[in-house]
């Protein structure tokens, strides 16, 4: 690694800029982060005693995965109570440490609201399911069957299968779009949306900072059920039903635009509040830029361009960010090269001999990204996806789908703190996933003191980010995408940066058209002007 230069330049940031515009976000995926008790299981205590590794990646925010009172069919994603902790991970006062504690550090806390579907043992389907008639009866999306008996429609769930299942008491069909036990909210229901809107406030009123909102485009349903029309061969395998089919009629509805207006109303009353959106699907870019547009709409808005791509390429990269022009109404991207549903990115990237450098490259070409980044823990390490013997899988899909169906389960093993401590000091019990032998050796403790390992590495890169505002909310230009080397151009006020990556595992001769002369403000992998080793990448700061 050649180090980076000392040289910053100070963040001229307007004073009405909000603080998430360009930040640095740290996913925290409770379970596997670090467990006090000896249970196995992560927890928030855990989370609290190393958030001081947080602060010092120099990440603006931490977005931490669900922690709610939950059965955990699928990992705190079947929500039983939307305002209280489940005991596994602690307690409210807990959560009142960990906040406190990350606003000493001075990080912002965003947390996960699941509002397409809660758990079948949240009060308000307990209640639902009981008869036609109870307060709740219309909380949830029921339907009487076909003539025949069989499903309203031909919806498939996520998980695999149709998405109705049958319910004796009330003689009718649940909508679920993931596991059978997480039934789907009527969100066309007014009161619905009040209950989750007064379920924000609860967390807000804790001083959270912001919100991930899972699975949105999930949220609302055609009324009249239409059958989705099938999926036209466009030459990708088909694991799952759903697969096979166009999702018009189970998500996307045009009316979950109101209920976003609603969201942003509620956090406008908390000052600068932060909410992104988890979007999926085969129209992710029309509907992440439809919930983001304006200023009565969410901040940002993530999908899923990198975290499913087989490779990283220049072309890629280039159009991926091409699609959020900085031009005015456009909302404000968000971008996660990996998360806890996704493959680790070092594993579907990089061959194995050469890790080590593309991680560095990796790392650099992140943090050039317009718009937010959200780290996923461990991935500072250079962590890589864990193979799960089938006996010890967790992940319902996985299991439901196996073979076919990569397990989720590889990217969301527990983090290495300490490389000599049983279980990388992670927990003293048996953690509910294996760590990886490979992922030990990564273990905080052993990269804290080498100066060229990559957490150091990434620590300066998030720092130079945080610090210059042409990588932090600079316009992005692209000067070349072509077979092997990106080059872009991030310009903000008087400031403007070159950033040149070499994708590839070989040595570049330096493009003729980057004519680029300036101070070099970070290299890796040997990387000069006019020099790209393997992997080589710089930051350049020029004339703009």
């Known amino acids: 690694m050649t180090a980076t230069s000392e040289k910053l330049t100070s963040l001229d940031v307007p004073t009405d800029f909000p603080w998430w515009r360009g930040a640095a976000i740290y996913q925290i995926y409770p379970r596997s982060f670090c467990d006090s008790n000896g249970d196995g299981i992560g927890d928030l205590l855990g989370i609290t005693a190393r958030l001081d590794h947080v602060a010092r990646l120099g990440v603006d925010a931490v977005w931490i995965s669900p922690f709610f009172t939950s059965p955990m069919k699928d990992f705190g994603y079947d929500v039983a109570d939307y305002c209280d902790v489940d005991p596994i991970f602690g307690t409210l006062a807990d959560f009142d440490a960990l906040i406190a504690r990350a606003h000493e550090l001075g990080i912002k806390v965003t947390i996960d609201q699941v509002f397409a579907h809660t758990s079948d043992q949240h009060a308000w389907f307990v209640e639902s399911r009981k008869d036609r008639t109870n307060p709740k009866a219309d909380w949830y999306v029921w339907a009487d069957p076909k003539p025949d008996g069989s499903p309203p429609s031909n919806w498939q769930s996520v998980f695999g299968g149709p998405a109705w299942t049958w319910d004796a008491r009330r003689r009718q069909y649940y909508l679920h779009n993931f596991l059978s036990s997480q039934p789907q909210i009527n969100a066309h229901n007014a009161e619905v949306q009040d209950?989750?809107?007064?379920?924000?406030?609860?967390?807000?009123?804790?001083?959270?900072?912001?919100?991930?909102?899972?699975?949105?485009?999930?949220?609302?349903?055609?009324?009249?059920?239409?059958?989705?029309?099938?999926?036209?061969?466009?030459?990708?395998?088909?694991?799952?039903?759903?697969?096979?089919?166009?999702?018009?009629?189970?998500?996307?509805?045009?009316?979950?635009?109101?209920?976003?207006?609603?969201?942003?109303?509620?956090?406008?009353?908390?000052?600068?509040?932060?909410?992104?959106?988890?979007?999926?699907?085969?129209?992710?870019?029309?509907?992440?830029?439809?919930?983001?547009?304006?200023?009565?709409?969410?901040?940002?808005?993530?999908?899923?361009?990198?975290?499913?791509?087989?490779?990283?390429?220049?072309?890629?990269?280039?159009?991926?960010?091409?699609?959020?022009?900085?031009?005015?109404?456009?909302?404000?991207?968000?971008?996660?090269?990996?998360?806890?549903?996704?493959?680790?990115?070092?594993?579907?990237?990089?061959?194995?001999?050469?890790?080590?450098?593309?991680g560095r490259m990796k790392a650099m070409l992140f943090a050039s990204l317009r718009g937010n980044i959200i780290v996923y823990q461990g991935e500072e390490l250079g962590l890589t996806q864990v193979d799960i013997p089938f006996e010890r899988l967790q992940d319902p899909e996985a299991i439901a789908n196996w073979p076919l169906t990569l397990s989720r389960d590889g990217a969301r093993t527990p983090m290495p703190w300490h490389a000599q401590a049983d279980e990388g000091g992670f927990t003293t019990g048996l953690p509910w996933l294996p760590l990886g032998e490979e992922n030990l050796s990564y273990a905080v403790d052993s990269q804290e003191g080498d100066p060229a390992s990559l957490l150091n590495l990434t620590t300066k890169l998030l720092h130079l980010r945080r610090v210059n505002p042409a990588l932090r909310y600079g316009d992005f230009t692209v000067l070349l995408a072509d077979e092997n080397v990106l080059a872009v151009r991030r310009v903000a006020g008087q400031q403007a940066i070159a950033a040149v990556f070499n994708l590839s595992a070989e040595p570049i001769v330096w493009p003729a058209v980057l004519t680029l002369n300036g101070a070099i403000v970070a290299a890796v992998n040997g990387a000069t002007i006019g020099d790209l080793p393997p992997y080589g990448a710089l930051w350049i700061e020029i004339s703009c």
């Not at 807000?204 to 059958?227: C, I, P, S, T």
């Not at 304006?294 to 993530?302: K, Q, R, V």
């Not at 159009?319 to 971008?335: I, L, R, T, Y």
């Open 195 to 358: 209950a989750l809107l007064a379920a924000m406030r609860f967390w807000l009123e804790r001083g959270v900072d912001g919100f991930r909102l899972d699975a949105l485009n999930f949220l609302m349903h055609d009324l009249d059920m239409r059958d989705n029309p099938p999926a036209p061969n466009d030459g990708r395998r088909k694991t799952r039903p759903f697969d096979f089919q166009l999702k018009l009629y189970n998500q996307s509805h045009p009316d979950i635009l109101n209920f976003i207006k609603r969201v942003r109303a509620v956090c406008n009353e908390y000052g600068a509040v932060f909410t992104v959106a988890e979007v999926g699907g085969d129209i992710a870019e029309t509907e992440m830029k439809a919930f983001t547009a304006g200023e009565d709409h969410l901040n940002s808005a993530y999908g899923f361009d990198f975290l499913y791509a087989d490779a990283l390429t220049p072309q890629f990269v280039a159009e991926a960010v091409a699609k959020w022009p900085d031009e005015p109404g456009m909302g404000w991207p968000s971008w996660a090269f990996e998360n806890h549903d996704a493959p680790r990115a070092l594993s579907r990237w990089s061959a194995p001999e050469h890790r080590e450098a593309f």
